[in-house]
């Protein structure tokens, strides 16, 4: 479902617990590579050996640190939707465990499925080919957000930008299918474009749609979602607070689109709007309203129609599936093999009833006295980078004073949520995969459009508690971190300050430092996208992190693509967060070491505490990933390759090149003007 939130997701975060100085098998030394120099490449000292011996599974895209925790995760959750299912039929009539164990084993129930066939579809492509008119698709598209489905365009709630505490409409650009507005426009991705042309022809036939009518309507697909893309913000400009943010009357809403009526949009969802909402690009819903006039019926139900078949097709019959992932899977992923049923159902329950599964994955794995325990290492990482943004040499003391402001209202969010979501209301069947879907679809959809009008919760989270990752969100100014990723590899309860500081330590300071990156230094503490700087200041910050653009703008991380380079404006804010939060770490840990002077000076296997901080943030970042996958995300995710966040944050470090006696000159140590220092 869309949420509002421009950071939803940053890969890395874990467990802390400060000052235990016991040696631990909690790095092997035996795995670094001494054939590479850590002031040469530090990925390949401390990974080398791990990949090479660790090849990519056949049902993975990427193989690394957090995918064998990822792994760990669902093992965990697998025994826990295994049981419920087993104990469904004697569980609480109505209750979580009962609702889970039947959503579950509709999903394993493979016979009632393939039986089915496309039978669970059948009513809404009836639906779609009875559209004429443009009023008849308008009418249609409100029915379909109604029941939870989006179609060309995202709706939800979220904060508004100018007034954080309250929550607003948002409709949103969307109705692509390809990874990006590129993929539909540039000479170099045809033959993608040719493959998505044959994969919607199949989905077509697939419901007895003859093959060379099948490959008509595909191709109107495709022309319509071009011309879509053609108008949509591209990625980067899309990190621009002002390409997500318009506020606007119903009244001036539909002068940009005269053919579709928002107040009958709100009304047929159910929800009031006061003074406005946020049509986020308006040049967007300008076309999208061209369109209802301007194209054909006809290919507006190829479009819907086509839709319809892929957003069901994980719960539909095996063909069904099959090709599903033969197109996302194989050819945009280059993924061998499809991934177990079980472990495909249970990204299902995670996506209707992730919360619920949550709370049973806390009850048994996450004791409450662990979010103590990670509490103690938040403080200390985010008090590090008070001090380092009191210290800061280039920023006036105007602009330092609201940033320490923003940073006072830091809400840290640990393991779980303090108060679960009731699922009361929702009905899940014995047997019936695609209505259980669609019906948690609906539920959690009039769940995030209940809010529209109401006061923002902080203490809402937008991940679930097994999920091995984290995330800071600008509107509400939280830095979180599920249950799922507080252990081993970031956090060992009897390891070393290096250890922990490296890992965990680390990530906490990078999810703090979200909030001074490239997006998050545009809202103040309140959530509020507003300018708390001076005009001096923010030219300094903008110098500083263009450096850190040209920096990553210079990697390449596919020898058989040389052209291919990674984006430092895409992914300008994560690597902010991670300069800036290793910073910061690297304080912490110097400041629990003046408290212990015994495990400052003593080494673990021959090598620093320093060093050890250094091995253990680039072991984090270990693994290797499909070529196809890599492709894409170079064009998508504004993370950089895990081999690059390795050595990007240390080589701009003084630290560490005197933690490994690095001299100038050396691959690791970037000096003088190539130096990069923000937070």
Request: charged share 25%; glycine share 8%.
């Amino acid at each position: 479902m869309h949420r509002r939130i421009i950071k939803p997701l940053v890969l890395a975060i874990g467990l802390g617990l400060a000052g235990i100085a016991v040696a631990s098998p909690d790095f092997d030394a035996n795995q670094l590579d001494h054939q590479y120099n850590p002031c040469q490449d530090l990925n390949r000292f401390v990974n080398a050996k791990w990949v090479a011996a660790n090849p990519i599974p056949a049902d993975q895209t990427r193989w690394g640190a957090f995918n064998e925790l990822i792994e760990k995760s669902l093992a965990e959750q697998h025994e826990l939707v295994e049981n419920a299912a087993k104990n469904a039929a004697t569980a609480k009539p109505g209750s979580l465990e009962q609702k889970i164990g039947w959503l579950y084993a509709s999903g394993m129930d493979e016979a009632t499925i393939d039986k089915a066939g496309f039978d669970p579809i059948k009513p809404e492509l009836a639906s779609i080919a009875a559209l004429k008119t443009p009023k008849d698709i308008v009418a249609w598209l409100q029915q379909s957000f109604a029941r939870g489905n989006e179609r060309v365009f995202r709706f939800g709630s979220g904060a508004d930008y100018k007034n954080a505490k309250l929550q607003i409409a948002n409709a949103d650009q969307g109705g692509l299918s390809l990874p990006t507005t590129d993929y539909y426009t540039k000479a170099e991705y045809k033959d993608i474009r040719d493959a998505y042309v044959k994969h919607v022809a199949k989905l077509f036939e697939l419901t007895g749609v003859p093959a060379a009518d099948a490959a008509k309507k595909a191709a109107n697909v495709l022309a319509f979602e071009t011309r879509l893309a053609q108008h949509s913000i591209p990625r980067v400009e899309m990190r621009k607070p002002e390409n997500q943010y318009h506020f606007v009357s119903v009244a001036d809403a539909d002068k940009i689109t005269p053919h579709f009526d928002w107040n009958a949009f709100f009304t047929s969802q159910g929800v009031t709007v006061d003074k406005g909402f946020s049509l986020s690009q308006p040049k967007f819903f300008a076309e999208f309203d061209k369109m209802l006039t301007g194209v054909p019926a006809s290919a507006w139900r190829d479009y819907l129609s086509a839709h319809a078949i892929a957003g069901a097709a994980p719960y539909l019959s095996k063909p069904f599936q099959d090709e599903s992932f033969a197109f996302n899977g194989k050819t945009l992923g280059g993924q061998p093999e499809q991934q177990a049923r079980w472990k495909r159902v249970l990204h299902s329950v995670n996506g209707t009833m992730g919360q619920g599964l949550g709370q049973l994955y806390v009850a048994k794995y996450f004791p409450p006295e662990a979010k103590a325990r990670a509490a103690e290492l938040v403080d200390n990482v985010r008090n590090a980078l008070k001090n380092r943004i009191e210290h800061l040499d280039w920023m006036s003391d105007a602009t330092k004073a609201r940033a320490i402001a923003k940073w006072n209202t830091f809400l840290p969010k640990i393991g779980y949520p303090d108060k679960w979501r009731s699922w009361d209301g929702l009905t899940i069947e014995q047997g019936n995969f695609f209505a259980n879907v669609q019906a948690a679809r609906k539920f959690n959809y009039d769940y995030d459009v209940a809010k529209i009008g109401k006061p923002t919760d902080r203490m809402e989270w937008f991940m679930t508690p097994q999920t091995v990752n984290a995330y800071y969100n600008p509107t509400d100014n939280t830095i979180n971190f599920p249950a799922a990723i507080l252990q081993p590899p970031f956090f060992y309860a009897d390891g070393d300050d290096g250890i922990n500081y490296g890992g965990i330590g680390a990530v906490i300071g990078h999810e703090a430092s979200h909030g001074f990156d490239d997006q998050g230094s545009q809202f103040d503490g309140d959530g509020n996208n507003a300018n708390w700087w001076t005009k001096d200041d923010r030219a300094k910050f903008n110098a500083r992190t263009q450096k850190l653009v040209d920096q990553f703008d210079a990697y390449v991380p596919l020898p058989n693509h040389p052209d291919k380079h990674v984006n430092g404006r895409l992914t300008l804010g994560e690597n902010i967060g991670d300069l800036g939060g290793l910073n910061a770490a690297y304080d912490a840990l110097q400041m629990a070491l003046a408290k212990n002077s015994k495990e400052a000076a003593e080494k673990i296997d021959g090598y620093t505490q320093d060093q050890r901080f250094f091995f253990n943030w680039a072991r984090v970042w270990r693994g290797s990933i499909r070529e196809q996958a890599q492709l894409v995300r170079l064009n998508a995710d504004p993370h950089s390759p895990a081999q690059f966040r390795a050595i990007g944050a240390p080589s701009n470090m003084s630290q560490f090149a005197k933690a490994f006696s690095c001299k100038p000159g050396d691959a690791m140590v970037r000096s003088g003007d190539k130096q990069v220092k923000i937070w």
